[in-house]
């Protein structure tokens, strides 16, 4: 079992839908990140949390400690929303666990 | 603008020869990571430096070095020695990693694309 597992692998949608993107992680954390990388590979940090929840235009992050788990939320997805989503666990050490990503496309 | 700049963004290889891929940022950054990614795969640390002219191997260091004679750069040499090394690779940087874990937003470079032939 890897120690960061996320859900979907793939997610198809329509434009305007909301979109949830799950991860979960059996290690213990000091921060949990995700990432987006765009199709041409380049990676952008979308969240650092460590508690509660974030927000950033139509991003939402949540995590809960207590579950280990963590999801990222869409609302009024767009085309331009289309990439692989990645969370990465943080904890007592210098690296980084990475998950395998899930690969959002936004249809008009 | 700050950022990460890698270069070149698509690199051929003939079997036996070493490449060095380049990684530069303006971000006044400290620590510095190189990172591979295969299909199917979560992203695995090959090295990382934390400070200039210190760096540690990460989980997949075999095959691969590394330098960090300056703050704003931080080369990769996947040798010959490295079995498998078609592979996207990624550096990132922190501005300071806080001792027993990371601290601050992971920014990264667009990537090089190595394909050995």
């Known amino acids: 079992k890897n120690e960061v597992e996320q859900s979907p692998q793939n997610l198809t949608a329509q434009e305007g839908e909301f979109i949830t993107i799950n991860c979960s992680y059996s290690?213990?954390?000091?921060?949990l990140h995700w990432l987006q990388q765009h199709p041409g590979g380049g990676i952008v940090s979308l969240f650092m949390l460590s508690s509660g929840k974030k927000k950033h235009g139509r991003l939402i992050a949540t995590i809960n400690i207590q579950e280990k788990h963590s999801s990222l939320h869409i609302t009024a997805s767009h085309p331009r929303d289309s990439a692989v989503y990645i969370c990465a666990a943080g904890g007592n050490t210098d690296k980084l666990i990475f998950g395998t990503g899930t690969r959002l496309q936004v249809f008009p | 603008d700050g950022g990460i700049t890698q270069s070149p963004k698509y690199l051929f290889r003939k079997e036996g020869q070493n490449v060095t891929l380049s990684c530069e940022q303006n971000?006044?950054?400290?620590?510095m990571y190189w990172y591979r990614q295969d299909p199917g795969q979560g992203l695995r640390l090959i090295y990382y430096s934390q400070i200039v002219n210190d760096f540690q191997k990460g989980d997949i260091a075999e095959g691969y070095s590394v330098s960090r004679e300056k703050k704003e750069s931080f080369p990769l040499t996947v040798t010959s020695a490295q079995k498998n090394p078609t592979a996207f690779y990624l550096c990132?940087?922190?501005?300071?990693?806080?001792?027993?874990?990371?601290?601050?937003?992971?920014?990264f470079g667009e990537g090089s694309r190595l394909t050995v032939l």
């Open positions: 990132a940087s922190t501005k300071t990693p806080r001792r027993g874990g990371y601290t601050g937003e992971l920014f």
């Open positions: 971000l006044n950054h400290d620590a």
């Open positions: 290690v213990g954390i000091s921060a």
